[in-house]
């Protein structure tokens, strides 16, 4: 997709968490438009960290209600290298690594193939707990969904 000059830019920040590997988990997302601040977020049950990661950024891109352009800052090697490179050879294959292993969480690397296109979006890598201020509102939000959930 190419910019446009009415096109809205965004800086979204985005985490999942995971209390176990499986087992409890949220995550976060902040967005920000012309220094306003929204943050959406939510847990499930019993999941993985990588799932909370993915989630986090498919619910933050369908939240825009236009195409944008979109600065993504996260703190997932996971999710920012699959989007990136891994998921143009999935697709190929299929959604196959290999002839015997398909994707894991293709369910949601498919969501997110689907909202990608629809956006310009420029990836950001953040390292984790690295006092980045909008990555920590982003942790701390996610850790505490997981938590409502093992209350």
């Known amino acids: 997709m190419s910019t446009q000059?009415?096109?809205?830019h965004?800086?979204?920040y985005t985490d999942g968490s995971c209390l176990g590997n499986p087992g409890p988990g949220g995550w976060a997302a902040l967005l920000i438009y012309k220094g306003k601040e929204k943050m959406i977020q939510g847990n499930e049950s019993e999941t993985t960290n990588n799932r909370m990661e993915l989630t986090a950024v498919i619910t933050a891109l369908k939240a825009l209600k236009e195409p944008c352009t979109i600065e993504l800052y996260t703190d997932s090697k996971y999710v920012m290298d699959g989007a990136q490179q891994w998921m143009v050879n999935?697709?190929?294959?299929?959604?196959?690594?290999?002839?015997?292993?398909?994707?894991?969480?293709?369910?949601?690397?498919?969501a997110l193939d689907l909202t990608?296109?629809?956006h310009e979006i420029t990836w950001h890598w953040v390292k984790g707990h690295s006092g980045h201020p909008q990555n920590e509102a982003v942790d701390t939000a996610a850790r505490k969904q997981a938590e409502l959930i093992k209350a």
């Open 10 to 12: 965004i800086r979204i």
């Open 90 to 110: 999935w697709k190929k294959k299929n959604w196959m690594r290999t002839k015997k292993e398909p994707v894991k969480n293709v369910d949601l690397w498919q």
């Open 116 to 118: 990608l296109g629809l």
């Open 5 to 8: 000059k009415n096109t809205k």
